[in-house]
């Protein structure tokens, strides 16, 4: 029996001897950083829209959180959109009518009524963007917003 108790610490003894090195704790590696969307805020207070955001954006998703300070409005609007060239900030901001001009390609749009304020999230491919906003009832463009610039 004592054969048997010194065999097994022999053999404990030249296991844990032999047992492969652990590894030596290092500091946590950084992970490759993500494309995360860009969020923009839109607020309307009275008859006016402010643009709170980067002047540029990557092409992709963008979420837009909308910040309602006027409450006299049934209902809120925001198209985002691009312009043909030759086309401006100033053509749009003239545009009579709530309608889209015939010069402009709509990328999104999106109406919200106060308490009710689900973020819109578009998809933008090419720029520069511009923001156009609205209230109703009636309906009206109050204000135009942008260039934000697309980058890859």
Request: proline letters at 11%.
């Amino acid at each position: 029996m004592e054969k048997l108790f010194l065999i097994l610490a022999v053999v404990l003894i030249v296991s844990v001897g032999c047992a492969p090195p652990q590894p030596t704790p290092t500091a946590a590696s950084t992970p490759a950083p993500m494309d995360t969307p860009v969020d923009i805020t839109v607020t309307f207070d009275g008859n006016e829209c402010t643009y709170d955001g980067p002047d540029t954006v990557s092409a992709g998703e963008i979420t837009v959180n909308w910040n309602i300070k006027d409450q006299d409005h049934e209902k809120f609007g925001l198209a985002i959109v691009t312009l043909d060239e030759g086309k401006t900030l100033e053509n749009l901001d003239v545009w009579p009518s709530v309608d889209k001009p015939p010069w402009a390609t709509l990328v999104a749009f999106a109406e919200t009524r106060p308490g009710s304020l689900s973020p819109m999230v578009a998809d933008v491919t090419e720029g520069p963007i511009f923001l156009v906003c609205f209230t109703a009832y009636p309906e009206r463009k109050i204000g135009v917003l942008g260039p934000v610039e697309v980058g890859d």
